[in-house]
């Protein structure tokens, strides 16, 4: 062979190895070039989460829950009447408390709506609380004569205790001397949480062979060694010092003291005031006062009789306004009594004014007194009685 060819035959082979080469490069995985995560607990910023509760649609009522004695509504009142055995709450919302049920086909006189028409106010029943709400969707409940509603004030929403709690990540420094003669000291602290003024400690330890290391900590976690060994000796020494205690303080509300009403000795039979109204006299009277429990005036009696006419029945208003301090579960209200006995008649604190029919026959006697209380309460109100318009 001439080496001309040779030459040729040497070019070739260089071609070819450089191919493969740059087909190698090409083949080759990139470097990662994504920034590392620092593993330090100290550097990494804690991450808050907070939990937003859905509230779900109002359901049926449950078996244990109290069916409520809805009071009898006027012909032509808006009532609303439960399709299904539904649940009567505190305000418009699945978050507001349960305070009893209505059964299927149980009708309740209407006093007011919620802002986005879904729930209905109703007029508690006895024992029912002052507030008293249920669904007005579609498939819980129907309505009558519900199409001038007010919208109600909504009462506000029940609120319930966070605790939070702050997590401390705990680090680890360990301090290493290397000692003359090759020796080598290691000392590991485990810090616990500190609290100012901890004294300082010490730790000395002469391993066999000549050797003396002494090690001062200082919380937290400061560390210093010192070591002057004269040989060959390698001393390791771990030190755990002892948990601060944590105090806990719970702060406990002293009571808020409320008035007391003062006794103004009227009764059934000897009433605060006494008014005859007549559509060519008096037509209207109104009376404030106040009451209170369990300590104080407890209940207070207003009397009021009409005219006899050839008709026995008598059309009237009532309207009953209060202001009660010192309760949440308080509620006033006014007892209608004819000839000083009782009726199943009662009108509710703040709930409007309410139309009645009475014997006009007979003297009617109003008492106005807590229907649902609890100790240390006070109220003061003002009751209107409208006999004609």
């Known amino acids: 062979m001439t080496i001309h060819k040779r030459i040729f035959l040497l070019f070739i082979v260089c071609l070819a190895l450089a191919g493969l080469a740059c087909g190698a490069a090409a083949n080759e995985p990139a470097a990662d070039t994504s920034l590392a995560v620092p593993t330090d607990p100290a550097a990494a910023e804690p991450i808050i989460i907070v939990a937003t509760p859905t509230l779900a649609e109002e359901a049926p009522a449950a078996e244990d829950v109290p069916i409520l004695e809805a009071p009898t509504a006027q012909p032509g009142a808006p009532t609303m009447t439960a399709l299904v ?223 006899n006419n050839s008709n026995s029945s008598q059309t009237m208003w009532i309207t009953l306004d209060c202001n009660i301090i010192g309760g949440t579960n308080a509620q006033l209200r006014v007892t209608v009594y004819e000839d000083q006995v009782g009726t199943t008649k009662t009108v509710l604190c703040n709930t409007g004014q309410q139309q009645l029919t009475v014997n006009n026959t007979k003297k009617q006697q109003l008492r106005i007194h807590f229907g649902i209380t609890n100790p240390d309460i006070y109220a003061t109100y003002t009751v209107q009685v409208v006999g004609y318009r």
């Open 85 to 307: 055995s539904l649940n009567v709450r505190t305000g418009p919302g699945t978050n507001y408390p349960i305070v009893g049920a209505l059964n299927a086909g149980q009708t309740a006189l209407i006093v007011g709506r919620s802002p986005d028409g879904n729930w209905w106010k109703v007029q508690c029943p006895v024992g029912g609380g002052s507030e008293c709400w249920a669904s007005a969707r579609s498939e819980y409940s129907s309505s009558a004569d519900a199409g001038g509603v007010p919208v109600a004030a909504v009462p506000p929403a029940p609120t319930h205790a966070v605790t939070a709690t702050t997590a401390v990540a705990q680090t680890t420094a360990t301090a290493t001397a290397t000692l003359q003669g090759g020796a080598t000291a290691t000392y590991t602290p485990t810090p616990s949480p500190t609290q100012p003024g901890d004294p300082t400690a010490t730790y000395t330890s002469t391993p066999p062979g000549q050797a003396t290391a002494t090690y001062t900590s200082t919380p937290p976690g400061q560390a210093t060694a010192t070591s002057t060994p004269p040989g060959q000796a390698t001393a390791t020494t771990t030190s755990t010092p002892p948990a601060q205690p944590t105090a806990t303080y719970t702060y406990t509300p002293s009571p808020t003291s409320v008035p007391i009403a003062p006794f103004d000795n009227d009764s059934l039979q000897n009433p605060a005031v006494s008014q005859f109204l007549s559509p060519t006299g008096v037509r209207q009277f109104s009376y404030s006062n106040d009451v209170s429990f369990a300590n104080g005036d407890q209940e207070d009696w207003v009397e009021f009789w009409f005219p």
